[in-house]
């Protein structure tokens, strides 16, 4: 009987301990077929190198991910890793949920080699008190993408009369817009609302204007540029010019469908491989191009969109063995930038890549890079996800219902102050 | 006699234990799923609490309260929540009235004019509010539709933009979904009437709008009290149809109701404490229209003897 009992014991010590050895990483991401497809062959290949560790890779729509990775970490429950923009992952280093970066299991001799591997000053919005919380998944800025097809119908040459002024594209959106009455059957442009720290803040700094002071205390800086930028949403509304509108459906998505309902749409480089997924016929046609970030008439700055960056994160309650993997897998994935770029269109800031060949050979990549040099990250702080959600609420006061813009200014400008300050 | 009462009271109080077995399980399941997290948002709105933060959250107090009570954001919230319930709670009331006399009325299809009134309850709110935004799209059949019937071409009745559409837009999405499920509960009303009442009516010659009128209403206001505050309460709690909206591009601020605005407290800006404190505003507001119905339902008791 003791011998049973003995036996049993080890037999379950065994188990216990070959349970132990093995690794399950949770891993967060937002929904992108072209990048599923890629990373669901890493995790394999992965897997395979490393038998005792498994990965389940998990999506979210890119509009969900928020709430859903915070409510998990709010209850304790976060993923190993994870991605998102960065203006909602900056809370999470500042609050201590995730881990810095071992080096050793990214691959990298030291920390200053990750640098050194990176373009200068794309992992800033990630190093915090000294520590690195970050890898780049992209860095994407916007651009305007152009279906020829619609200016050459209104008589239009694309490659000479596309906007590069935003009193241009509104004139050139009247050529093309088609409307049934007050119903708009196809834009000529329109925004990608509400990404209104991406576009409209970048608009209002080619004015002279900016979202924070340089100490980041104040909100709304030189509120003649903020007025105009306003007053151009209001015009371009359906109160005003009737060009476009958010209740409308997502311009970007309708562009890729080239079914005559919008002619510009504003999105990153990784719009082509979507278009190549999406409709291969409308890619393969030729009848697409892209342009710079249009500026004012009269910019006082050159400045292009912001771009912004998805980081892959960590979590600082996972175990100190799931961390190491957890990077050792992060640094595995993005040692294939040259698939993500070609494949999903994704740009991982890697100074190998962009001096490659295969980076200049992409359709427009030059188109981006050059604005890109001409642009700054989003505006990074604890608060952005809320700032982006009061810019919402100001333009689509002033396009929607009938605030002045001085008025949605002003209330604006209250909201923002009272958000900076600590009660 | 002694003994009588012993024996008595020894009854009562197997009784007793016996209802106390049988009321633990649901008090439990009340108390764990109900109760704690109203207390535990109670505890909550007295702190200064970081939804992402790990350091331990600072006590303020009752401060949670006097700032919501003085913020304009917030009176807009209680303002969006007051047009959105009574515009939505009366017609819900009233319709379903009508819908249910209807029903009650008819001879043959009752099943069918049931399940059809019915069917929108069982989607889920996200799914309603889904469809109802391809439908108010300015491209979409609401447009198609008012044009058509008002031979109106062309005009964009801004469903989801002007302030008074985008109220009315969230009014009628609600009152779609759950108009069905108080038909139901009248028509559950109604079928409790005893058919003897209205067979004497008959037979003393009142015709079928006396027989409304002067019987089934009378004798369904407990329906008709029970309907018209759990719509009310159901209203005070709409979000996701708001939310779909504001998510969809309409602008917030005409229905930012007090869930949407508990949402973007806690979600977007972390401070569960504020957003605990909206909670147990709302709580309260709950509760007094269910003393409400409590209190007015005592009087309004009804007896078929």
Redesign the interface.
């Known amino acids: 009987m003791k011998r049973v009992v003995m036996i049993l014991f080890v037999l379950s010590l065994s188990l216990l301990l070959l349970g132990a050895d093995k690794i399950e990483l949770l891993f967060w991401t937002h929904e992108d077929p072209n990048r599923t497809e890629i990373e669901n062959r890493y995790i394999e290949e992965f897997e395979e190198m490393y038998p005792d560790v498994t990965i389940k890779r998990v999506t979210y729509p890119s ?1 969900k991910i ?2 859903t990775v ?2 998990a ?2 209850a304790h429950k976060g993923p190993d890793i994870f991605n998102m923009e960065i203006n909602d992952e900056y ?2 280093i500042v ?3 995730v881990a810095p970066i071992d080096p050793k299991a990214a691959g990298y001799d030291s920390l200053q080699a990750i640098y050194g591997n990176y373009l200068e000053g794309v992992l800033d919005p990630v190093t915090y008190d000294g520590n690195l919380y970050g890898l780049p998944l992209e860095l994407t800025n916007w651009c305007i993408f152009i279906n020829k097809k619609y200016f050459k119908e209104v008589g239009l040459d694309p490659e000479k009369d596309y906007p590069k002024t935003w009193e241009e594209m509104a004139d050139v959106s009247e050529k093309l817009v088609i ?7 196809r834009r000529g442009f329109d925004f990608r ?2 990404y209104y720290l991406t576009f409209l803040v970048p608009m209002v700094e080619q004015l002279g204007g900016a979202l924070l002071s340089e100490d980041g205390k104040t909100a709304i800086i030189n509120d003649e540029a903020w007025l105009k930028v306003l007053e151009y949403f209001k015009e371009w509304g ?1 109160n005003g010019r009737n060009l476009g ?5 997502n311009a970007r998505k309708l562009f890729n469908k080239d079914n005559n309902s919008v002619a510009m749409c504003l999105t990153g480089l990784y719009q082509e491989g979507r278009i190549r997924a999406d409709n291969p016929e409308f890619y393969e046609s030729g009848e697409w191009m892209v342009v710079p970030f249009p500026r004012f008439e009269n910019a006082v700055n050159d400045l292009g969109s912001a771009y912004y960056g998805h980081y892959y994160m960590v979590n600082a309650e996972s175990s100190k063995d799931k961390q190491y993997w957890a990077w050792k897998f992060i640094a595995f994935m993005l040692s294939h930038p040259e698939e993500y770029l070609l494949k999903v269109g994704l740009i991982q800031p890697q100074k190998t890549l962009l001096e490659s060949e295969i980076f200049k050979n992409i359709p427009y990549s030059d188109v981006f890079l050059n604005d890109m040099a001409k642009s700054h990250i989003i505006t990074i702080h604890e ?1 952005a ?2 700032m982006q ?1 009061l810019l ?2 100001a333009v ?2 002033v396009m ?2 009938n605030a002045t813009p001085a008025f949605a200014l002003k209330r604006l400008k209250t ?1 923002m102050n009272e ?1 900076l300050e600590e ?1 | 006699m002694a003994h009588k009462r012993r024996v008595h009271k020894g009854i009562e109080r197997k009784k007793a234990i016996w209802g106390w077995i049988f009321v633990a399980p649901s008090l439990l399941f009340f108390s764990l799923f109900s109760f704690y997290p109203i207390a535990n948002a109670f505890y909550t709105s007295l702190f ?1 609490k ?5 350091r331990p959250p600072k006590f303020v107090g009752i ?1 949670q309260y006097t ?1 919501l009570l003085t913020s304009p ?1 917030f009176w807009n919230s209680v303002k969006a929540t007051a047009i959105f319930t009574l515009g939505t709670f009366i017609p819900l009331v009233v319709f379903s009235l009508i819908f249910a006399a209807f029903i009650m009325s008819r001879k043959r299809f009752q099943k069918f004019f049931q399940m059809a009134y019915y069917s929108p309850a069982v989607l889920s709110s996200v799914v309603a509010a889904a469809i109802w935004l391809l439908i108010l ?3 979409g059949l609401a ?1 198609q539709f008012v044009n058509f019937l008002l031979n109106s ?4 009745h ?6 008074g559409m985008v109220r009315f837009s969230t009014v009628l999405v609600y009152f779609w979904k759950y108009v069905g499920y108080f038909t139901i509960i009248f028509i559950a009303g109604m079928a409790s009437v005893p058919r003897t009442l209205h067979e004497a009516a008959r037979i003393d010659g009142a015709n079928s709008w006396q027989a409304f009128w002067r019987i089934t209403f009378p004798l369904i206001k407990p329906t008709t009290l029970l309907v018209s505050v759990v719509a009310m309460i159901q209203c005070l709690k709409t979000f996701s149809t708001q939310y779909l909206f504001v ?8 229905i930012d109701v007090i869930t949407l605005n508990i949402y ?1 407290t806690a ?4 401070r ?1 404490g504020r957003a605990s404190a909206m909670s147990i505003i709302l709580f309260a507001i709950m509760l007094f229209f269910t003393w409400f119905q409590l209190k007015v339902s005592k009087s309004e008791e009804v007896s078929y003897m």
Do not use: C
């Open positions: 509009r928020q709430e915070l409510t970490f709010a809370p999470y609050n201590g949920r409307r049934d009455g007050e119903i708009l059957l609302y509400p359906p509108s958010p209740t409308y459906t608060k996800p809320m959600d919402k609420e689509e006061s929607l219902t909201k958000l009660w | 200064k970081d939804l992402l933060s790990l401060k700032y954001t799209d300015p491209r447009n071409p062309g005009v964009d801004k469903w989801l933009a002007s302030i998510q969809s591009g309409a602008p917030r601020g005409p973007y979600i977007r800006d972390h569960i």
